[in-house]
């Protein structure tokens, strides 16, 4: 294992799906960084942070294929469900005094290329769909997808700007 490398083969075309997919690279990034560090101040800033911007982006994601009428969205959530669960296992021994940053360094890194390439772009065309207004050609779906900010979504998705800023994450998660 090391660094994890973005290739085009990963992008979605929504550009701020790609964005976060691509910040939580670098989070992964820094644990590989740090997991040896015997500072365990240091890892557990680092844990909180994968951890916590990966359930954000979850969050976002499937505000955005409810909101686009995904048909497989229940399957999705279930699937970043168990992921969580598993993930916050591992960091409840971290928590609990075990070494896991290996560990949870290798199962961040195979799993979210892995569901980048499958269930993620499972819904890109229909997201983008969405994104273009219903009836658009592929071609002007790609542009809207790529030409939309954070202040798009926030009003696209006005129930995930209520719910993520009590617990102020919206700001984090489009933090550029
Ligand atoms: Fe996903
Ligand atoms: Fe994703």
């Known amino acids: ?18 964005r976060q997919h691509q910040r939580i690279v670098e ?22 942070n994968v951890v916590d911007y990966t359930e954000s982006h979850f969050a976002f994601e499937e505000a955005l294929l409810e909101q686009s009428g995904y048909e497989f ?6 699937v970043h469900a168990l992921f969580i669960r598993r993930v916050s296992l591992i960091k409840g021994r971290f928590d ?3 070494d896991v940053a290996g560990e949870l360094h290798d199962i961040l890194s195979r799993w979210l290329f892995s569901h980048i390439r499958a269930e993620d772009h499972n819904y890109k065309e229909r997201v983008k769909g969405y994104l273009a207004g ?4 592929a071609a002007a779906a790609q542009t809207k997808a790529q030409a939309l900010q954070a202040s798009d979504y926030e009003r696209l998705l006005p129930e995930l700007n209520q719910r993520m800023q009590k617990k102020g994450w919206l700001a984090r998660l489009f933090s550029r």
Do not use: C, F
């Open 73 to 78: 969205l229940d399957l999705h959530k279930k």
């Open 134 to 137: 219903r009836g658009a050609d």
């Open 96 to 98: 609990g005094g075990e």
């Open 1 to 18: 294992m090391s660094h994890l490398v973005w290739t085009a083969d990963l992008n979605t075309g929504i550009a701020e799906i790609d």
């Open 27 to 48: 989070y992964i990034n820094a644990l590989y960084d740090q997991k040896d560090n015997p500072d365990r101040s240091v890892l557990a800033a680092i844990i909180h």
